[in-house]
């Protein structure tokens, strides 16, 4: 692993129209899921943090914490891949956060992943040609970890809602990594899912 560790990369641009209004801005237990990601990601181990913003984008802004570096996606509203190809070229270019080999790409709407299923993606040997995806009772899902030798194809790649998903798919080289035991993978996109993991997280 580089000194600089793995950058933490969150989507976080979408408009939530299922949920009635932008996810980043929606709040359990008083915190804006945003933070509540961002503060995942930093307490599993990643570093530096950088989150893409569309949807009232100047409103998610006022609440990240310091730090944290906030990329616009300027055409956000065509789909999530639009936030994964602005995310990876800031990564990619000469700018702060240039420097990781690898990032771990992160959703606004899973509040049931946790700091502990991050820490396993980014344990060990993290170069750039790493690629992980957080496995749950075997099925594949999010988090997923990119080395930076994946990023131009996977920008590539990543179009309307999909995100790497095809890429990903179609990798041999995906390594999974058991999070079943220690988080939760289900996105929080409507106003019913939202009170379920509510409800079951105060139990």
């Given at each position: 692993m580089t000194e600089r560790g793995v950058t933490g990369l969150l989507l976080a641009g979408g408009a939530g129209r299922r949920m009635g209004r932008p996810k980043a801005l929606v709040e359990i237990d008083g915190e804006p899921l945003?933070?509540?990601?961002?503060?995942?990601?930093?307490?599993?181990?990643?570093?530096p943090l950088v989150v893409v913003l569309g949807a009232a984008a100047d409103d998610v802004r006022a609440v990240l914490p310091a730090g944290v570096r906030a990329v616009e996606a300027p055409d956000w509203e065509s789909g999530m891949g639009a936030s994964l190809r602005a995310g990876l070229s800031a990564l990619g270019g000469a700018g702060p956060d240039a420097g990781s080999d690898a990032a771990l790409v992160h959703l606004v709407d899973l509040p049931g992943v946790t700091?502990?299923?991050?820490?396993?993606?980014?344990?060990?040997?993290?170069?750039?040609?790493?690629?992980?995806?957080a496995a749950y009772a075997g099925r594949l899902a999010h988090?997923?970890?990119?080395?930076?030798?994946?990023?131009p194809a996977v920008a590539g790649s990543a179009t309307g809602d999909a995100g790497a998903r095809a890429?990903?798919?179609?990798n041999p080289d995906v390594e999974p990594v058991e999070c079943g035991d220690v988080a939760v993978p289900d996105d929080v996109d409507t106003p019913e899912a939202l009170a379920r993991f509510t409800a079951q997280s105060s139990r």
């Open positions: 945003v933070r509540r990601a961002l503060r995942v990601l930093a307490d599993g181990g990643c570093a700091a502990e299923a991050v820490a396993r993606l980014v344990a060990g040997d993290v170069g750039p040609a790493a690629l992980r995806r988090p997923v970890l990119l080395g930076r030798d994946h990023w890429y990903l798919r179609d």
